[in-house]
């Protein structure tokens, strides 16, 4: 099976832009998860999505969103984005999500905010 | 935040030494897990163990789960140079409802295996 994949990979925005990054899960998967990964703050939970609904969301402002579309591929946006929001985006995939199951990880994206 | 706190920050060692790493949490988990990461890649999933398990292996790598003591350790033996990384270890939070797709993760320990 072909793993989680995760587009762009690389990509460098100014302040106040905006910015969609793109994952596709595992075939079959169909709960996808999002991660901000960056030096201070380390890895954190952004949201997580299932059959096009969001089910669990982390501790960040509203202007990260995100959407799953029935595919099970999701998007996540960042409206009006700051130069903390420099990081790296991962993406990780389940069957359904629970707590039993391993989550597999994109590459990630990589974010520059100048 | 993070839940998990991970020592050392740093280890480096030779090849064909043993590693070890350990993490520490603090709430009631389901599971706990061990993750690699390449130089800011992805994160590559090595063991996941549960919270009734005490031990687990997977060729090289052992893992230990103490709940009362709401800890862990990944050992890594007869290390190689390839085996340098990032771990990272990753709880479920067993919260009262269900945590869906939310892993927490330590800040981790860098591992450099010298050849």
């Known amino acids: 099976k072909a793993g989680v994949t995760q587009t762009p990979r690389y990509l460098i925005k100014t302040r106040g832009q905006q910015v969609t990054l793109s994952c596709s899960p595992i075939?079959?998967?169909?709960?996808v998860s999002w991660y901000q990964q960056t030096p201070g703050q380390g890895l954190q939970f952004l949201f997580e999505?299932?059959?096009?609904?969001?089910?669990n969301k982390g501790n960040f402002p509203g202007r990260f969103s995100g959407r799953q579309f029935s595919n099970s591929r999701s998007e996540m946006n960042v409206s009006t984005l700051e130069l903390g929001d420099s990081a790296l985006y991962l993406c990780?995939?389940?069957?359904?999500?629970?707590?039993?199951?391993?989550?597999?990880f994109g590459p990630g994206t990589r974010l520059l905010v100048l | 935040s993070q839940q998990g706190e991970e020592d050392p920050q740093a280890l480096s060692i030779q090849e064909g030494e043993n590693a070890t790493m350990n993490c520490s949490y603090k709430?009631?988990?389901?599971?706990l897990q061990w993750y690699r990461q390449n130089s800011g890649r992805g994160l590559v999933h090595l063991i996941l163990?549960?919270?009734?398990?005490r031990e687990k292996h997977s060729g090289r790598l052992r893992v230990t789960l103490d709940t009362s003591k709401k800890s862990s350790s990944l050992l890594i033996t007869a290390s190689r140079a390839a085996d340098t990384a990032s771990y990272f270890c990753?709880?479920?939070?067993?919260?009262?409802?269900?945590?869906?797709?939310?892993?927490?993760f330590g800040q981790g320990t860098i591992l450099t295996v010298h050849p």
């Open positions: 990780a995939s389940s069957l359904m999500g629970t707590s039993q199951e391993t989550q597999y």
């Open positions: 075939s079959g998967h169909r709960s």
């Open positions: 999505y299932f059959s096009e609904t969001q089910r």
């Open positions: 709430t009631s988990i389901n599971n």
């Open positions: 163990i549960r919270s009734n398990e």
């Open positions: 990753a709880t479920d939070e067993r919260a009262g409802g269900t945590s869906y797709g939310k892993l927490t």
